[in-house]
């Protein structure tokens, strides 16, 4: 079965960085583009950052270009999410996601969430 297990949210002042990780099995990894959404408290999922299957491709919401840099290690079957110059409003619970085909925004598996707050 599908598991994504994600890992390395915390606690960050504003200006820092933080990088996600998330664990993929259960599927072939190499197929499918990944997702990483958001949700921060009393709001709905937000789309993040996707990756093609290859990690050729990638794509971003606005307000985290130039900060954010998603990358994955297909050989080892995870995802990353490198987060810097961190701001109040990324806090968030982050949830990766499989893809349903090689290059999508639309997930159909999705992981338990790493929670990121960012505060001083």
């Known amino acids: 079965q599908v598991q994504l297990v994600e890992s390395g949210g915390g606690l960050v002042q504003p200006g820092g960085s933080l990088r996600l990780s998330c664990a993929a099995s259960?599927?072939?990894?190499?197929?499918?583009?990944m997702i990483w959404v958001r949700q921060a408290p009393g709001k709905g999922l937000e789309w993040v950052s996707n990756?093609?299957?290859?990690?050729?491709?990638?794509d971003y919401v606005d307000s985290v270009k130039g900060r954010f840099t998603i990358s994955r290690d297909n050989a080892k079957n995870m995802l990353y999410l490198q987060m810097n110059s961190l701001k109040p409003e990324d806090a968030a619970m982050y949830y990766c996601?499989?893809?349903?085909?090689?290059?999508?925004?639309?997930?159909?598996?999705w992981g338990q969430g790493t929670q990121v707050t960012v505060s001083s």
């Open positions: 990756i093609n299957n290859n990690g050729e491709s990638t």
């Open positions: 259960g599927f072939a990894f190499s197929e499918y583009g």
């Open positions: 996601a499989k893809g349903r085909n090689s290059w999508t925004k639309e997930f159909d598996y």
